[in-house]
Structure formats: C-alpha cells, structure tokens
C-alpha cells in the first residue's frame, strides 16, 4: 500500500483527500476504490526511470480494463496491451490510438484479427505458425500486410507462482526457442505478413532481475541472428511481469531494469515494448468490505465480511496474500488473531489467515489493499451476489465510475423460454415428473 496515498487522519482511513467510510456508506460494500494519483504517479516513475531509451510502455489492459484507468494511462501516453477484441475496443474507445495497440493472446477468433487490421493496430504478437498462417490468410482477404512480432519460449523460469509463470518450455504460450528461427523465416516469407519484431513474457509478479537478464538476453541474440541473415526488425517486445509488494516483497525498481536494458541494447537501432499491468495500478486499489459476523470454529475466531472470492478470487487462485486493515482503528482496542473469511459457499472462501487486527465487530470497516490489478476485473456474479461499484479518487474528489451491479439486473437480461411452461410439465409446483 502506497502510504502517501493510503493514510489515516484521526484514526481513519483516507485515500488521497477522501474519508473511504464515507465512501462506504455512500456507495455500499463491497467496494472498489482507485487513486488516481497514484497510478500516475507509478506511470511517471517508469517514464523517467527509461528516459533516453527507445522504449514505449502498453499497459497490459487485463490488469484493471475500466475506462476510466485507461483514459488516465492513454493521457499519460501509455498505449495497450491486449488479449482479445473486446479489449482492443475498450483501448479505443478510452482514447488510445490504435497504432499503439498490441494485441497478444493464445485464441485469436477470425474477428479479431480482422478488427486488427481495419483498425491498424501496432502489432500482432503470434503464438504458432498456425497463427502467422491465418492472420496471412485473413490480411490476404483484406488486402492488407500485417505486422507481426513472434511470441518466442525462452524457455526461462521465473520465482512466481506457477499459475502466473509463461516462459517455461512446458507452458502453453509461444514459440518454442528451438524453433523460433525457422518460424521467424517463415513469417518472414508471407506475402501478406511484415515480420517487425520479437517478443516473450515471462510471467507475472517476478521480484527478481536475473530471470529478466536471462530472457531479454535470448531475445537480443536471436534478433542478432535474424540480422545476420537479412532478417531486419523495427522492435523488440519484452513484455511485462514488473512484480509489487503485497507483503514483504522487493520488488525489483524500475530503474534496475533501465539499467539493464540500456547495457543490453547497446547501438542496436532497436524500439523496445514494455507492458506492465500490475506494477502501474495494483497498489492505487483498496477493496472496502464490512463485518457481518464474528465466529469460533475450532478455537479459530473468524470475522465473516461481506467481501468475498466474488469480488476478490486473488487468494483462492493464487494463494495470494493482501493485506488487511482497519478502516476505522479503534484507539488502545486488543489486537487478536482471526482469519476473514467470505460468505460465498465454498472452503476456499478465505481473504487472510491468521490476521493481527483489532477486535471488530459487526458493520465495522475493512480495507482490502493492492487490489486494482485483478481484482475487479475478475469479480464474478457467483452466487448472485451484487457486483462491487468501483469509485475513482482524485485529491478530495471522488466518482463512482461503475455503479454496483445488483442482481435483478443481471436477471432481467436472461430469458426463460415459454416452452418449459407449455411442455407438459407441472407448472408452479410439484415433483419435477410430467402430468
């Protein structure tokens, strides 16, 4: 948690200028709110740590999709990263200019790439030869030339959890490193291809430089290859995985990584991609959720909140650890050990284990930190629990830039045929077996 962000006044809780139990009463929990100032602040630091390198950052637009993230990062001159259409929609439709859109991803449907092309993207980034094969088809179509950059194996393992690693020979992502040469040629030969560049992600949430070195040095080498032998690139595309503290982490700073790559670059007359998601807005979010319940099971005390793996799966899926405080820090209260816990029906449903907290009671305020990357953006309806509002801050100003989704809502987008009515089978009652 950025604490020139995050702070307290008197006891409670404050992002930037703004009391977030306000926030909670005026918008209901669970509750998503970003700082504004702290994204661009992560922005500018990564902009000034690689000033005088050819580099260009596309936010990885999975981290935390919502409009009006992506109108802040395109007006600092950020471009996108993105995984699927509907992405590369909401890029443009937040003000970011399609020539400074990747798009990278496993599935590409014909769609997609069509939408591509018409809108001249900066690149696709291939996964397989199959890929290089359908995009030519599809840019032939068109009558247009596509760029493209192949997603290289490096066959590198990063420390992360394996959930998040990509880079390694048994993951599903690029082109194995062995045959990467000869595919390079390949899409180099396509009529309706232009082969600009390189590129590889390692993973997500990596602390440690050397696995980065590692990569980033393969892929020099083989851009290095490819020049020898007639194989002119424009760019070489790193990826993301720029790692953030969520407990006791060091992450690895920026400028290490500036470092880095302007000894690895050399005179290479080479544009670098950076696309980190994660590391520019995971740490602007807080999830507010409130206590419903105390309860022993076991011996273990329990605090059950209103907040669970629908609106943050984070800690089931990855085991991930988030720290937990106090909105409203009750002066000289007994610290006790609790784990809070979900209400969805589920085991698994546990946001922290063994948490040091004042004793808390019912409607008493929790925030949930570093959570505006993957967390929103994988909130679910599951068990028809209402979807979280999401609210920006900007010094004492604050907006609700997505109201909570209830679930009549979502109800009244689904349909029930007139059939099942009609069929023979009892209607309003009964045992389920036909009259």
């Known amino acids: 948690m950025i604490a020139e962000t995050f702070h307290r006044q008197a006891g409670r809780l404050f992002c930037e200028g703004v009391d977030l139990a306000a926030l909670a009463e005026r918008y209901g929990t669970p509750l998503y709110v970003y700082s504004a ?7 500018r630091r990564f902009h ?9 950052f596309c936010y990885a637009v999975k981290a935390n999709p919502h409009l009006a993230v992506l109108r802040l990062l395109a007006r600092e001159g950020v471009g996108a990263d993105t995984v699927s259409g509907g992405e590369i929609r909401r890029a443009v439709q937040a003000g970011i200019a399609p020539e400074r859109i990747v798009f990278a991803g496993v599935a590409k449907s014909d769609e997609e790439i069509r939408l591509g092309l018409e809108l001249g993207i900066l690149q696709f980034n291939v996964e397989s030869r199959e890929e290089l094969a359908r995009i030519d088809l599809i840019a032939g179509r068109l009558g247009r030339r596509a760029p493209v950059a192949l997603r290289i194996n490096p066959d590198v393992a990063a420390a992360t959890h394996d959930k998040i690693a990509t880079g390694r020979r048994r993951d599903k992502f690029g082109i194995p490193w062995e045959k990467a040469p000869e595919a390079c040629r390949e899409a180099n030969g396509r009529p309706h291809l232009q082969l600009v560049g390189l590129h590889l992600h390692i993973g ?10 590692q990569a980033y040095g393969r892929l020099f080498h083989l851009a290095d290859q490819l020049q020898a032998e007639g194989i002119h690139l424009k760019r070489l595309d790193l990826g993301g995985g720029f ?3 969520y407990r006791d982490e060091e992450p690895v700073a920026p400028e290490r990584v500036a470092a880095l790559i302007a000894r690895l670059l050399g005179q290479r007359e080479l544009e670098l991609i950076f696309e980190p998601g994660r590391a520019f807005v995971a740490e602007a979010g807080v999830l507010l959720t409130r206590v419903l319940y105390r309860k022993e099971s076991a011996g273990q005390k329990l605090l059950v909140v209103d907040a669970g793996m629908d609106a943050l799966l984070r800690p089931v899926l990855y085991d991930a650890w988030h720290e937990i405080l106090p909105v409203v820090a009750p002066p000289h209260a007994p610290q006790e050990t609790v784990d809070v816990v979900g209400p969805i029906c589920e085991s698994g449903d546990v946001l922290g284990r063994g948490r040091r907290l004042p004793r808390l009671g019912r409607d008493d305020l929790l925030a949930i930190a570093t959570v505006g990357a993957y ?15 999401e609210v920006l801050v900007a010094g004492d100003r604050a907006d609700c830039i ?3 989704l209830e679930p009549e809502e979502v109800m009244a987008r689904e349909r029930v045929p007139a ?3 009609r069929d023979g089978e009892v209607a309003g009652g009964g045992d389920g077996r036909a009259a």
């Open 37 to 43: 100032s702290a994204i661009r602040r992560r922005v």
């Open 243 to 245: 790692g953030v503290r």
């Open 204 to 213: 997500s949430q990596i602390t440690d430089l050397a696995p980065f070195e």
């Open 419 to 421: 059939w099942i009515d």
């Open 375 to 389: 967390g929103a953006a994988m909130a679910s309806g599951y068990n028809s629990r209402p979807r979280p509002a």
């Open 48 to 56: 000034a740590a690689f000033a005088g390198l050819p580099v260009r």
């Open 402 to 404: 997505t109201p909570r």
